[in-house]
Structure formats: structure tokens, C-alpha cells
């Protein structure tokens, strides 16, 4: 057996060795820390609406329109539950990663309903979401296959 057969002489072929198959790494670990950051910044988005701060865009006519305070609570409670959805993930609960999956998606349709009032955050928060969505359904695909 000479040098560089691939035989474990350095080359990285037990690299696997001790590394747990459900735990979160790669892009499930990436995107539970995206999950809690945007759970966090729609809590403080949702403070915002409560308080009925300033910094918010006047809407008339809007179909989807509830006022500024019941958008807060909802941002606030979407935020909580993404939160913890995302501590889920972090905690390796299967279970956890599809909630995640779900509380993703509910918080793409409400940045959407959200875009005249906040439209860049809204857009921001929906392209954060959805990349969620693809790194915790494509991460649990990869390893049902491993």
C-alpha cells in the first residue's frame, strides 16, 4: 500500500468519525440562527407597531389592512414562535425543523402582507424566510439520502 491510497495516511477519509448525524451543521445551523435573528427583528418590529411609532408608512386602501397595533402583536407573537422554533433546531428536534419549515412560511406571507407598511424590511424578511425554508427542507433531504 503506498502513499496516498486514500487508506486513512492524512488524507481526510474519516473526517465523519465522531460527528453526530442529526446534529445542526452546515445550512440547518445557519438558518436556525437566521430563524432567531428574524424572530427577533420582528418582535422589535412588532414593539414598533404597538407603540405606533413613526417610522412606519401611512397605508389607505389597503385589502389586507388590520391597524398598526393588531400587525404589532402579530409580529411580536410570530416572532416568539420563531424564536423558539428556531432554539429547536438548535436542540436537534426533528420535529423542531419542520415547525421551523411552517413558522417560516407564515412569516413569508406576513412580510408580504406587511410590505406597505415596512417595504424594504418586508422584502428583506421575505428573502430571509424563504432561504430558511430551502436550507431546512434541502438539509433534511441531504441526510435522509446519506
Given at each position: 500500500m503506498?502513499?496516498?491510497?486514500?487508506?486513512?495516511?492524512?488524507?481526510?477519509?474519516?473526517?465523519?468519525?465522531?460527528?453526530?448525524?442529526?446534529?445542526?451543521?452546515?445550512?440547518?445551523?445557519?438558518?436556525?440562527?437566521?430563524?432567531?435573528?428574524i424572530?427577533?427583528?420582528?418582535?422589535?418590529?412588532?414593539?414598533?407597531?404597538?407603540?405606533?411609532?413613526?417610522?412606519?408608512?401611512?397605508?389607505?386602501?389597503y385589502?389586507?389592512?388590520?391597524?398598526?397595533?393588531?400587525?404589532?402583536?402579530?409580529h411580536?407573537?410570530?416572532?416568539?414562535?420563531?424564536?423558539?422554533?428556531?432554539?429547536?433546531?438548535?436542540?436537534r428536534?426533528?420535529?423542531?425543523?419542520?415547525?421551523?419549515?411552517?413558522?417560516?412560511?407564515?412569516?413569508?406571507?406576513?412580510?408580504?402582507?406587511?410590505?406597505?407598511?415596512?417595504?424594504?424590511?418586508?422584502?428583506?424578511?421575505?428573502?430571509?424566510?424563504?432561504?430558511?425554508?430551502?436550507?431546512?427542507?434541502?438539509?433534511?433531504?441531504?441526510?435522509?439520502?446519506?
Open positions: 503506498g502513499a496516498g491510497t486514500g487508506t486513512g495516511s492524512g488524507t481526510g477519509a474519516h473526517s465523519h468519525v465522531g460527528r453526530s448525524s442529526t446534529s445542526p451543521r452546515g445550512g440547518s445551523l445557519f438558518a436556525s440562527v437566521v430563524l432567531m435573528v424572530g427577533a427583528t420582528n418582535i422589535l418590529q412588532g414593539v414598533a407597531a404597538v407603540r405606533r411609532d413613526r417610522v412606519f408608512t401611512s397605508v389607505s386602501g385589502a389586507y389592512a388590520f391597524n398598526l397595533h393588531a400587525w404589532g402583536w402579530i411580536v407573537g410570530l416572532g416568539v414562535l420563531l424564536g423558539v422554533a428556531a432554539l429547536g433546531i438548535l436542540m428536534s426533528r420535529i423542531a425543523r419542520y415547525i421551523g419549515i411552517a413558522f417560516a412560511s407564515l412569516n413569508l406571507v406576513a412580510q408580504f402582507m406587511w410590505l406597505p407598511y415596512q417595504p424594504i424590511w418586508a422584502v428583506v424578511g421575505m428573502a430571509l424566510s424563504a432561504f430558511v425554508i430551502w436550507a431546512l427542507a434541502i438539509d433534511w433531504h441531504a441526510r435522509r439520502t446519506a
